[in-house]
C-alpha cells in the first residue's frame, strides 16, 4: 500500500520523515493467503520486516513479523499469531522524540498513526539514523552560537546570524572587564596579577564550557526537566568547588614558587576557587 500523505504533516514530524510504503492485510486473511500475496503483488516495498494488519478502515490492529510468518502454518489465521503494537508513533509526534522511542525500546521499525489511530505509514531504523545525525548537528551549531546556517548561506545572512552571539559574548566580556578595572591600581602595582589573571579566567571559562555542554546534553535527551533542576545544578556546584580546590592548590603553588611570594599564590588560589 502506498499513502502520499508525508507532506501533509508539519516538518521535522515522524508524519513528514515516514515511509509510506509498507504491507497490511486484513485480520481475517490465512498465512497462505499473506504469503501469496507477497510473492504476487509486484509494488510491495523493496524492505520490510513486518506486516502490518488493519480493518477496513485502515485502523491498525496489530503486526506480525516475517519470522513468525514463516513459522506458522499456512491455514493458521493472520489475527491468530499477531501481536499488538505497543509504540506506535502519532504522525505529528516530533521527530527526535519519535528517535528516542526507538532508542528507548531498541525498534527496528514502527507503526505511524493518525489521530484516529488508522495507519498512515512507517517508521524505520534507517529513517531516524538520519534524524539523530540531523540533531546532534543542529545542537553541536547552537553550541556553537551559528544557528543552521549552511555553507551555501550568502556572506550577509551568516553574518547576521553570528551577531546576536557575538554581541552577548561582547557584553560578558565589559562586565568581566568592569570587574578588573575596579582592581587596577592593585595590578599597577603588583604586575604578576596581569600575568597570571588570563589564568583564571581561561580556567572559568573552560569550566563552564563543560557544564554548558553536559546541560545542553541533558537538555536534548530529556534528561533535564524542573523536577531534576535543582539537584543538577546543586551537582554542577559541588563539581566546580571540588576542580576549583583541586587546581587553587595547584596554581597556588606554582604562582607562589614562580614569584617567591606566597601571599599572592593565596590571592590567586582564592580567585581560582571563587
Known amino acids: 500500500i502506498r499513502l502520499r500523505r508525508s507532506l501533509d504533516y508539519p516538518e521535522e514530524t515522524a508524519g513528514r520523515r515516514m515511509q509510506t510504503e509498507f504491507v497490511a492485510v486484513p485480520p481475517f486473511w490465512t498465512i497462505g493467503q499473506t504469503i501469496d500475496y507477497m510473492r504476487e503483488d509486484k509494488n510491495l516495498p523493496e524492505r520490510f520486516s513486518q506486516i502490518f494488519v488493519i480493518d477496513p478502515t ?26 499488538e503494537t505497543r509504540h506506535a508513533i502519532p504522525a505529528t509526534m516530533d521527530q527526535e522524540e519519535a528517535a528516542r522511542e526507538f532508542e528507548q525500546y531498541d525498534l527496528l521499525s514502527a507503526a505511524v498513526v493518525d489521530e484516529n489511530e488508522r495507519l498512515v505509514g512507517v517508521l524505520t531504523i534507517d529513517d531516524v539514523v538520519d534524524v539523530i545525525q540531523q540533531e546532534a548537528e543542529e545542537d553541536l551549531m547552537r553550541m556553537g552560537g551559528v544557528g543552521d546556517e549552511e555553507l551555501s548561506d550568502s556572506v550577509l545572512s551568516t553574518s547576521r546570524s553570528r551577531v546576536p552571539w557575538l554581541l552577548i559574548n561582547l557584553l560578558t566580556a565589559f562586565l568581566a572587564a568592569s570587574v578588573i578595572s575596579l582592581f587596577d591600581r592593585t595590578i ?87
Open 188 to 274: 599597577e602595582h603588583i604586575v604578576a596579577l596581569a600575568v597570571l589573571m588570563p589564568i583564571v579566567a581561561g580556567m572559568g571559562g573552560n569550566a563552564g564550557s563543560q557544564t554548558m555542554t553536559v546541560t545542553v546534553r541533558a537538555l536534548a535527551t530529556k534528561d533535564l526537566d524542573i523536577y531534576n533542576a535543582g539537584r543538577i545544578i546543586r551537582r554542577e556546584m559541588g563539581v566546580g568547588f571540588i576542580n576549583g580546590i583541586v587546581f587553587a592548590i595547584l596554581i597556588g603553588i606554582v604562582a607562589a614558587a614562580w614569584f617567591r611570594d606566597p601571599n599572592l599564590g593565596g590571592i590567586i588560589a582564592a580567585a581560582m576557587i571563587i
Open 58 to 83: 485502515f485502523k491498525l490492529l496489530g503486526a506480525i513479523d516475517l519470522d513468525q510468518i514463516l513459522r506458522t502454518r499456512r491455514a493458521v489465521k493472520v489475527e491468530e499469531v499477531m501481536h
